[in-house]
């Protein structure tokens, strides 16, 4: 049978068949509206979910609780049958941390909307630990504890952004030894909640402010100790994920050394303790002031020993020769020189000397080869005194007379002797006995 066939008094035909039909004119009966949400409901499937129990009241075979969110300002009221209570092996109380099997049920006549668990487990120290550890197994696969992303801290920030709960001994921790080690340091602080249902949002919300100044460069989440229950919201996952998000390094200063939530991992630098983060972001003024002392000293015996050592080699080069008496080296080059211009000039007169007595002697010999000194002994050169056939004997190589033949008698003669020409007449070839005689008269 329909819903609509089901209503006492109303025409199926008439009524909308869904919620956007409905109208001022053509309602739905409250009872139909009730019966969809009730199927609706119905259909809903059974869902575990993970809370705290912050109220738990009996009343006969039914117990009623109130169930938080464990990072956030959301309560749920359930209902469970006893028996359901009765099987723990350890009784349920207000505080417990517990996953629950809720089925959601809506009574009819009532309207009201019931969450009935079905089931109900307590979570244990193993069962957190072991949840834990797979959420970080998870975090490293997806490569937001790598070193790779982690951030520098600055050598020597101006102001520190600190989230810390409220009037908290890691508040004073951190303050207090960072202004010993550097008293110019500023801090810019976020009291926040550090455990509880809403220290994640409030924990976020204070890093993503801190994180959005640029005048803030580094910030510091501190917390004292606790027990593994208090520390959970730096467990948690969006805490993790903004932290990894963050452009300014994030210093991790939870609990003690033993002490190793999540924040650990994904934070650019891990402090066991506040104090610790505290020295670890400021550097002692103390000590460095020391280290500038220790440097300036260094470099003023490294200068020192530098000074002595050119000292040395200026007194080394000083104490040459060169350096005593520098125009020492100028008057040697003054005498080589004037020694070589000697050797020139002696080289160069000898080579005259000896040049000028090859010209007389080379001289001497051409004259005493010359023709005219063998006219000056006596002797006379005799040539043929006609011009024209002189030129052309000459030509022939016959101008002068070698042969009385070349002179027959009657010939013009030239004969020249020392001092001058004079002409002669051929009387013909004499024999030999007349030419001897000629010769001896």
Known sequence: MSEQAALPGAAATTLPATAAETSPDNPWPLQLLSQKLKAHIDRTPSAWVEGQVIEMNRRGGNAYLTLRDVDAEVSLPAS???????????????????????????????????????????????????????????????????????????????????????????????????????????????????????????????????????????????????????LLPFNSEELIRAVAATATPVVSAIGHEADRPLLDDVADLRASTPTDAAKRIVPDVAEELAGVRQAREHLRRSIGRLVDRESDRLSALHSRPVLATPEAMVTGRAEEIERLLRRSSAAVSSTVVRAADQLVHLQAQVRALSPQKTLDRGYAVVELANDRPARATEAAGHAVVRDPSEAPSGTALSVRVAHGLFGATSTGELQQGEAHARNKA
């Open 80 to 230: 469970v049958w006893t028996k359901v209570l009765d099987r723990q092996n350890m009784p349920l109380e207000r505080g417990s941390r517990v996953v629950a099997l809720l089925k959601p049920e809506f009574w009819l006549k009532t309207g009201r909307l019931n969450m009935q668990v079905r089931d109900i487990r307590p979570v244990g120290l193993g069962d957190l630990l072991a949840r834990i550890e797979r959420l970080r197994q998870a975090l490293s696969a997806e490569g937001l504890f790598a070193d790779s992303r982690k951030k520098p801290l600055p050598l020597l920030p101006h102001r520190i952004g600190l989230i810390t709960g409220r009037d908290s001994d890691a508040k004073k921790d951190v303050v207090q030894n960072a202004a010993l080690r550097w008293p110019a340091v500023e801090f810019e602080i976020r009291e926040v909640a550090v455990q509880g249902n809403t220290a994640v949002s409030q924990i976020i919300r204070a890093l993503q402010e801190l994180d959005s100044r640029p005048d803030v460069d580094v910030i510091v989440i501190a917390r004292g100790g606790g027990a593994l229950e208090d």
